[in-house]
């Protein structure tokens, strides 16, 4: 199993209930993937975290899955029913037997650097725990920004653990795997829009990306759950939404991402709920709300939060430099006319990718990509988890774009695909 977010943890789970040794591959020190970053899932607007958190425990205790976390396939040989893989660990630097997750090392540490899980918007420490929930529980030195990697000096966080679990003697092990078959399920990263300079990221400060704001209105976010504008840390009047940016696009990428209209609305709503005099946006082409239950959470986000849908498209967005407030200039669809509109805040829904490692892994796998780097199959719909590489299937956001449940779906139907190999029908 490539990739430990929620499509690879519940094939694993399959897998591993029907009696069959899985190993679970994740490049990063947690499994959990981007939904553990996320607040609130739709339609239900149950707490992501609170689903997934008991997955990843289930995973992490059931004795037929071995998790190889912040790991990474660097080479596949054989074939269906005899794959040889071979997997390097990288160093965490602490001992993940002795570590109690206590998290003082963290609290010692005196680097603060841009937290990955938080998307850059907020702080981690050189030694830090990806997130509150993280499986396993071991801290992790980040050798990048450590003082003593660095500089040679500092060594506080061997100084105050307790478990003394810290060994900054620690290689890069190399481990070699048997396996039947390989499921890849390496999940999405947003598009960076910096390139449409009309709509000013990373040009005006309060103009966020979805995922920055999923994580900027989470209770375990930088702000812890406060929503404030990042220029002046004032609390925002108006926010508005822009949908499409990049995706459904022929600059940029043509395909429609399949989850922005719902997580938008989504987010919308969890907006009027943290303040309900809040005027919310959202600027729409059209909305794709497919889904079971998705058109009712958009009728109730309308007649019971009160959010304004805007069919329109995004020409330009300008700021005010004196005051950090935004002028959204667009285009009213039905009207066929410019018009303005002023926000506080404003969030870009990015496109939604493959990620960039799928080149690599499509290498040495043999297996073939689209034109988006997305992992082809043999038929969409009715063999959408064969890969063209007999043994090796795919399944969630990596294949295409699909939201959690789908992905969900879809992973139990390439564990069954992989039981098959592996001799359990």
């Not at 375990?220 to 940016?245: A, Q, Y």
Request: hydrophobic share 40%; proline share 5%; aromatic share 8%.
């Amino acid at each position: 199993m490539i990739g430990g977010g929620i499509a690879g943890i519940q094939a694993a789970l399959d897998l591993a209930n029907r009696e069959i040794n899985v190993y679970l591959v994740e490049k990063t020190p947690s499994i959990g993937g981007r939904m553990a970053q996320l607040d609130k899932t739709f339609p239900t607007m149950d707490c992501s975290i609170c689903i997934l958190a008991p997955k990843m425990m289930e995973c992490f205790r059931h004795p037929k899955i071995k998790l190889l976390t912040y790991s990474e396939v660097k080479e596949i040989k054989g074939q269906a029913g005899n794959f040889t893989v071979k997997v390097t660990n990288k160093p965490r630097f602490v001992n993940a037997g002795a570590c109690t997750g206590c998290g003082e090392c963290t609290a010692k540490c005196p680097v603060s650097v841009p937290n990955e899980f938080d998307v850059g918007i907020g702080k981690r420490k050189a030694a830090y725990m990806v997130f509150p929930q993280a499986v396993p529980r071991v801290a992790v030195i980040d050798h990048e920004n450590c003082l003593f990697f660095q500089k040679g000096v500092c060594k506080i966080c061997e100084r105050f653990c307790q478990a003394h679990a810290i060994d900054f003697n620690q290689k890069a092990q190399e481990t070699t795997l048997n396996v039947s078959s390989v499921i890849i399920a390496t999940g999405l990263e947003s598009w960076n829009p910096v390139s449409i300079t009309e709509y000013g990221y990373k040009k005006h400060k309060n103009i966020l990306l979805s995922m920055e704001f999923e994580r900027l209105i989470n209770a375990s976010g930088p702000t812890r759950g406060e929503l404030l504008r990042p220029s002046d840390g004032k609390k925002p009047h108006t926010i508005t939404f822009v949908l499409c940016t990049g995706s459904r696009s022929e600059k940029n990428r043509s395909y429609c991402s399949g989850v922005c209209c719902m997580y938008a609305t989504k987010e919308a709503v969890l907006v009027r709920e943290h303040n309900p005099e809040c005027t919310v946006n959202i600027i729409y082409m059209d909305l794709r709300v497919y889904g079971k239950r998705f058109q009712e959470l958009v009728s109730r986000a309308k007649d019971e939060w009160g959010v304004n849908y805007l069919q329109g498209r995004a020409a330009a967005i300008l700021e005010d430099p004196a005051t950090g407030n935004l002028q959204i200039n667009y285009e009213n669809i039905p009207e066929g006319k410019l018009q303005e509109l002023n926000a506080d805040l404003v969030v870009l829904c990015p496109a939604l990718v493959p990620m960039e490692d799928n080149k690599f892994l499509a290498e040495i796998l043999n297996v073939e990509l689209d034109s988006y780097g997305f992992f082809k199959t043999q038929d969409q719909l009715l063999r959408p988890v064969e890969t063209n590489v007999d043994g090796i299937f795919v399944c969630g956001y990596c294949q295409s774009p699909k939201d959690i449940s789908e992905s969900v779906t879809q992973a139990s139907a390439a564990a069954e695909k992989a039981a098959e190999i592996a001799g359990v029908a």
